[in-house]
């Protein structure tokens, strides 16, 4: 009977365990910028049965989704692509205490289709005829958008091709018209490019050439799981989802 007793309660510890796992779990809203869609659902994949908690993404532009937490949106956690609109949150008063921090960096490149896409091996390509349509996510209020506005503007081709700019939803919708033959060329994150079978990159903006782009990270005050959107911004900043982020092309902060 006695030697049985520490099995039986070794039982009622991992039901006990159990049960306050699943008393604790949480649902997690993560408004995420939509170039970080596929990393975060690897991610997920390890966080959630690790921690129990359930994550759910609303993938789009920053812009976007910083309007929707404006509005009340009930965002856990949100993830920017520039730190701009995580300001305007800020000047809010809608990110939590302490939790705003600066996570990743990225780089623009230039991308045509795989198949017989625009000859391009410069920026001073976009200007010839061979490419009449330009795709940028929207140049106004989109990161990606203005972060290429911004580096055209540098070199002095914004004044050229501006009358080629096919504007887009999001840096996604960006690569899909170049992936599906819509635009001639298109200007995304690095990262974008390399999720991609279906475009090259013809030409990579040098990070000290390019602009200074810089993904936040904040819990936001519209959501009801504070707690655990703290752990789950933790762990975004740890050594294993660094790693990740690393394997998809993401650069550190600078």
């Known amino acids: 009977m006695n030697s049985r007793r520490p099995l039986s309660l070794l039982f009622v510890f991992l039901f006990a365990l159990a049960r306050f796992t699943s008393a604790h779990a949480a649902e997690l809203n993560v408004f995420a910028a939509a170039s970080l869609s596929d990393v975060l659902k690897e991610i997920a994949k390890t966080y959630e049965p690790a921690s129990g908690d359930t994550l759910r993404f609303n993938l789009a532009a920053s812009s976007t989704l910083a309007l929707q937490i404006k509005q009340g949106a009930p965002a856990d956690l949100f993830f920017s692509a520039d730190e701009a609109k995580m300001d305007d949150l800020a000047q809010a008063n809608l990110l939590a205490a302490d939790t705003r921090v600066s996570l990743l960096s990225n780089t623009l490149v230039i991308v045509v289709n795989a198949d017989g896409g625009a000859p391009i091996a410069a920026p001073s390509d976009l200007a010839k005829p061979v490419v009449r349509h330009l795709a940028l996510a929207e140049t106004q209020t989109v990161p990606a958008g203005i972060y290429a506005k911004e580096w055209l503007q540098k070199t002095d081709l ?58 936040p990270l904040a819990v936001t005050k519209t959501g009801k799981n504070e707690a655990a959107a703290r752990k789950f911004a933790a762990y975004l ?7 990740l982020f690393e394997k998809y092309g993401f650069l550190p902060a600078r």
Not at 169 to 184: K, Q, T
Not at 191 to 207: F, G, M, P
Request: charged letters at 25%; proline letters at 5%.
């Open 237 to 243: 900043a740890s050594t294993p989802a660094k790693a």
């Open 158 to 215: 914004w004044a050229k091709i501006s009358t080629k700019v096919v504007p887009t939803e999001n840096v996604r919708a960006c690569l899909a018209a170049v992936e599906s033959g819509n635009a001639d060329a298109g200007i995304v994150y690095k990262t974008d490019a390399l999720i991609s079978k279906k475009v090259r990159i013809a030409y990579e903006v040098a990070v000290t050439e390019g602009p200074k782009i810089s993904y």
